[in-house]
């Protein structure tokens, strides 16, 4: 099992900024991504970006060049910087972990949210 424990969101006027951060603890594979995804009011989850182990990193279109999405292996924890927030930015911000391994096949994990809300 493995437990992600998310925090750093908050209220926000546009073009401001915040900082979400997710800690990983439990039975963590060497073979994972860890990521954010999203959920605004009335629409479906949404990836926000996503880093592997290896550093390889994925961003939603949306988002790019103004959100940053970070990660330390040796704490197993992932970051995500997010600049120049407007409101379409509103949501809950979930962190996944995905990892596979030989004998355990894939497996994910979702943490218990934050908010993120963007209004003037």
């Known amino acids: 099992q493995v437990q992600l424990v998310e925090s750093g969101g908050g209220s926000v006027q546009p073009g401001g900024s915040l900082r979400l951060s997710c800690a990983a603890s439990?039975?963590?594979?060497?073979?994972?991504?860890m990521g954010w995804y999203r959920q605004g009011p009335g629409a479906e989850r949404e990836l926000v970006a996503t880093?592997?182990?290896?550093?390889?990193?994925t961003y939603a279109d949306s988002v790019k060049g103004r959100f940053t999405i970070s990660r330390d292996n040796g704490k197993n924890t992932v970051a995500l910087q997010m600049n120049n927030l407007q409101p379409e930015d509103t949501g809950a911000y979930y962190c996944?972990?995905?990892?596979?391994?030989?004998?355990?096949?894939?497996?994910?994990?979702w943490g218990q949210g934050t908010q993120v809300t963007v209004s003037s």
């Open positions: 996944k972990l995905t990892q596979s391994r030989l004998s355990d096949g894939t497996t994910y994990y």
């Open positions: 880093v592997s182990n290896r550093n390889r990193i």
């Open positions: 439990g039975d963590i594979f060497t073979s994972n991504t």
